[in-house]
Antibody, heavy 118, light 110 residues
Framework: EVQLVESGGGLVKPGGSLRLSCVAS????????MSWVRQGPGQGLEWVGR??????????DYAAPVKGRFTMSRDDSKNTLYLQMNSLKTEDTAVYYC?????????WGQGTLVTVSS | QSVLTQPPSASGTPGQRVTISCSGS????????VYWYQQLPGTAPKLLIY???QRPSGVPDRFSGSKSGTSASLAISGLRSEDEADYYC???????????FGGGTKLTVL
């Protein structure tokens, strides 16, 4: 069974930084395209970015609202995906999920809450 | 304002068939695969349909997806109380070079 477990969320002041982690198990992580998706309070889903597998080029793509402020990285030896978030804004407040649509075992983590407030 | 348009709500009675639409454009639905996600209350989303009409293992065949032109639909037949959830469509948008989600449809089983 595929499991994704996020961590690193918390309360941070506007302008601050936070790094989220997502540890994967039960899948061949190095072959998986991984994504971050967030959900603001009472809001819908918003795509944050994706990280292709190294075999497919290893490139990243970001949503416009986070480009230049957020950076994804991955450590395939630790089955871990990261999201470095800088210059945080109040509108970044959300539950952050890591996910993969990789067949045959798509999965989402349980999410980690990031609150940006003074 | 989402790039993909979904009705905010839908409803049906047990046993009925309901459909949820997702309207986009030539830069997203018109050229790329559509995905559907189910989010039960208080839980993380779950992939329901991938590549327009494929079901991951474990998803009941009561759920089906289709696509025509710049629109897509999710159909749920034999509606059950446990289907009460939020449903989201998602697709890659070539103009935005990013993935976009619909605004979500809250399904109520009456």
């Amino acid at each position: 069974e595929v499991q994704l477990v996020e961590s690193g969320g918390g309360l941070v002041k506007p302008g601050g930084s936070l790094r989220l982690s997502c540890v994967a198990s039960g899948l061949t992580f190095k072959n998986a395209w991984m994504s971050w998706v967030r959900q603001g309070p009472g809001q819908g889903l918003e795509w944050v970015g994706r990280f292709k597998s190294k075999t497919d080029g290893g490139s990243t793509d970001y949503a416009a609202p986070v480009k230049g402020r957020f950076t994804m990285s991955r450590d395939d030896s630790k089955n871990t995906l990261y999201l470095q978030m800088n210059s945080l804004k109040t509108e970044d407040t959300a539950v952050y999920y890591c996910s993969t649509d990789q067949m045959p075992d798509p999965a989402w983590g349980q999410g980690t809450l990031v609150t940006v407030s003074s | 304002q989402s790039v993909l348009t979904q009705p905010p709500s839908a409803s049906g009675t047990p046993g009925q068939r309901v459909t949820i639409s997702c309207s986009g454009s030539s830069s997203n639905i018109g050229t790329n695969y559509v995905y559907w996600y189910q989010q039960l209350p208080g839980t993380a989303p779950k992939l329901l349909i991938y590549m327009n009409n494929q079901r991951p293992s474990g998803v009941p065949d009561r759920f089906s997806g289709s696509k025509s032109g710049t629109s897509a639909s999710l159909a749920i037949s034999g509606l059950r109380s446990e289907d009460e959830a939020d449903y989201y469509c998602a697709v890659w948008d070539d103009s935005l070079s990013g993935r976009v989600f619909g605004g979500g449809t809250k399904l109520t089983v009456l």
